[in-house]
């Protein structure tokens, strides 16, 4: 995690440093640790006043400032977990690529130990350059990371490649940089979201589950390094970066997707809501109004969990219960009826837990041990039943 961390940020002479503010504030916001050191050509775009206000530190710039107490451009990589450069120029690369430490910033990043991040930012044509793209391929090669850079509009008015990658993207990154890499190694699928069961051509029933505790899970998995597999329902779009989202609508397509992936999984975690009830006929045309009430069948649908539960090997099965009434026995008769490891139980009557809800309120219910555990973020009930397969 980003809190405490020291983040030694270098922001190199593009129109973008005034976007590097709002990143310092992000940052700031997370308990991080920051030193700022800006390319003269920086301080052109933006007032080293600006970025020690928001930082909160003081902006280095000046090479043969006095050396008496600290040689800074040492001293400050000494200080720092990581080093970050947005953005980071054409220029800038260029002088990284071939060692060429005519500023501080790249004095600095010549002395750096620890991993360099750079965040590009740049016109289109100056970043497909050869030279510009010879450099960063140069960089990578001696371990420099990079966040690419966004397609969009750009100072220059014109669309294309170059834009530097959102602030909260760039704040994301660093959150998963810092994430202990416990799952690596681990397949994980998730299941998110509701499933549908059609009707007719037009009809489906289905349930309100909004997915996000689902996807925070596949998410939290992915930061930790896991090799992660989501399978979701149809629910509003999530941000995801870097996971294999398998969407599905039926129950049957739920249950395949997963079974497609199970035999070489470590985990399954059952967050969707799968739809209970399916209809006994579904039509292929749209069933018309006949003045008389509508009569139909329902049958049960497969029970997805179970049938893992029962198929698991060497897999860790988890499921939820979402209950109302006899959380306890009832989850824990889920946990035997389905042969799952693990049920997360939580109170739908309970202000913070449920449907569409940022936080939750669960407890963890296995073979002989329940844990309750107080109403917590879903991020945060993510990171503990991630616990459970490490
Ligand atoms: N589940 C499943 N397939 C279903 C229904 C539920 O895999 N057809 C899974 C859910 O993903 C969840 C767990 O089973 O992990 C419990 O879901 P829940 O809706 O609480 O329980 P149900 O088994 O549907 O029982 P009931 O609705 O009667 O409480």
């Given at each position: 995690?980003?809190?405490?961390?020291?983040?030694?940020?270098?922001?190199s002479?593009?129109?973008?440093?005034?976007?590097?503010?709002?990143?310092?504030?992000?940052?700031?916001?997370k308990?991080?640790?920051?030193?700022?050191i800006?390319?003269?050509?920086?301080?052109?775009?933006?007032?080293?006043?600006?970025?020690?206000?928001?930082a909160?530190?003081?902006?280095y710039?000046?090479?043969?400032?006095?050396?008496?107490e600290?040689?800074?451009?040492?001293?400050?990589?000494?200080?720092?977990?990581?080093?970050?450069?947005?953005?980071?120029?054409?220029?800038?690369i260029?002088?990284?690529?071939n060692?060429?430490?005519?500023?501080?910033?790249?004095?600095?990043?010549?002395?750096c130990?620890?991993?360099?991040?750079?965040?590009?930012?740049?016109?289109?044509?100056?970043?497909?350059?050869?030279?510009?793209?010879k450099?960063?391929?140069?960089l990578?090669?001696?371990?420099?990371?990079?966040?690419?850079?966004e397609?969009?509009?750009?100072?220059c008015?014109?669309?294309g490649?170059?834009?530097l990658?959102?602030p909260k993207?760039?704040?994301?990154?660093?959150e998963?940089?810092?994430?202990?890499?416990?799952l690596k190694?681990?397949?994980?699928?998730?299941?998110?979201?509701p499933?549908i069961?059609?009707?007719?051509?037009?009809?489906?029933?289905?349930?309100?589950?909004?997915?996000?505790?689902?996807?925070?899970i596949?998410?939290?998995a992915?930061?930790?390094?896991a090799?992660v597999?989501?399978?979701?329902?149809?629910?509003?779009p999530?941000?995801?970066?870097?996971?294999?989202?398998?969407?599905?609508?039926?129950?049957?397509?739920?249950?395949?997707?997963i079974?497609?992936?199970?035999?070489?999984a470590?985990?399954?975690?059952?967050?969707?809501?799968?739809?209970?009830?399916?209809?006994?006929?579904?039509?292929?045309?749209?069933?018309?109004?006949?003045?008389?009430?509508?009569?139909?069948?329902?049958?049960?649908?497969?029970?997805?969990l179970?049938?893992?539960?029962?198929?698991k090997?060497?897999?860790?099965?988890?499921?939820?219960?979402?209950?109302?009434?006899?959380?306890?026995?009832?989850?824990?008769?889920?946990l035997?009826?389905?042969?799952?490891?693990?049920?997360i139980?939580?109170?739908?009557?309970?202000?913070?837990?449920?449907?569409?809800?940022?936080?939750?309120?669960a407890?963890?219910i296995?073979?002989?041990?329940i844990?309750?555990?107080?109403?917590?973020?879903?991020t945060?009930?993510?990171?503990?039943?991630?616990?459970?397969?490490?």
């Amino acid at each position: 995690m980003i809190e405490n961390k020291n983040i030694l940020l270098g922001v190199s002479g593009g129109i973008a440093s005034y976007k590097v503010l709002d990143l310092c504030s992000r940052l700031k916001k997370k308990n991080a640790n920051l030193q700022v050191i800006m390319t003269p050509a920086a301080t052109e775009f933006v007032s080293p006043l600006s970025f020690e206000t928001m930082a909160k530190c003081k902006v280095y710039m000046d090479m043969w400032e006095g050396h008496h107490e600290s040689v800074h451009h040492i001293d400050l990589p000494k200080w720092a977990d990581v080093m970050l450069i947005a953005p980071a120029t054409a220029s800038t690369i260029g002088k990284m690529a071939n060692g060429i430490a005519d500023n501080f910033l790249i004095a600095s990043y010549l002395a750096c130990e620890k991993d360099v991040i750079i965040a590009p930012s740049m016109n289109t044509q100056m970043l497909l350059n050869p030279a510009t793209q010879k450099n960063i391929e140069i960089l990578k090669s001696y371990g420099v990371k990079v966040i690419a850079p966004e397609s969009g509009i750009l100072a220059c008015n014109t669309v294309g490649d170059g834009r530097l990658e959102e602030p909260k993207n760039i704040v994301e990154y660093l959150e998963e940089y810092f994430t202990n890499k416990d799952l690596k190694g681990k397949k994980v699928i998730v299941s998110a979201g509701p499933t549908i069961e059609p009707i007719d051509f037009v009809r489906y029933v289905s349930n309100h589950s909004s997915g996000k505790m689902g996807y925070n899970i596949a998410n939290e998995a992915k930061k930790r390094g896991a090799d992660v597999v989501l399978v979701s329902g149809p629910v509003k779009p999530f941000a995801i970066k870097g996971i294999n989202r398998i969407e599905v609508k039926t129950n049957e397509e739920m249950k395949n997707a997963i079974d497609e992936n199970f035999d070489n999984a470590d985990a399954l975690i059952m967050a969707a809501a799968p739809v209970d009830y399916k209809s006994s006929i579904v039509s292929d045309h749209k069933i018309k109004k006949s003045g008389q009430n509508l009569k139909m069948e329902f049958v049960e649908n497969t029970d997805i969990l179970k049938y893992f539960g029962n198929k698991k090997t060497k897999q860790k099965v988890i499921g939820f219960a979402a209950e109302t009434d006899d959380l306890i026995e009832n989850a824990s008769a889920k946990l035997k009826k389905k042969n799952a490891d693990y049920i997360i139980a939580n109170d739908l009557t309970k202000a913070g837990a449920g449907f569409n809800m940022d936080t939750n309120i669960a407890s963890i219910i296995s073979k002989d041990n329940i844990k309750n555990l107080e109403k917590m973020s879903k991020t945060e009930l993510a990171n503990q039943i991630l616990d459970l397969i490490r």
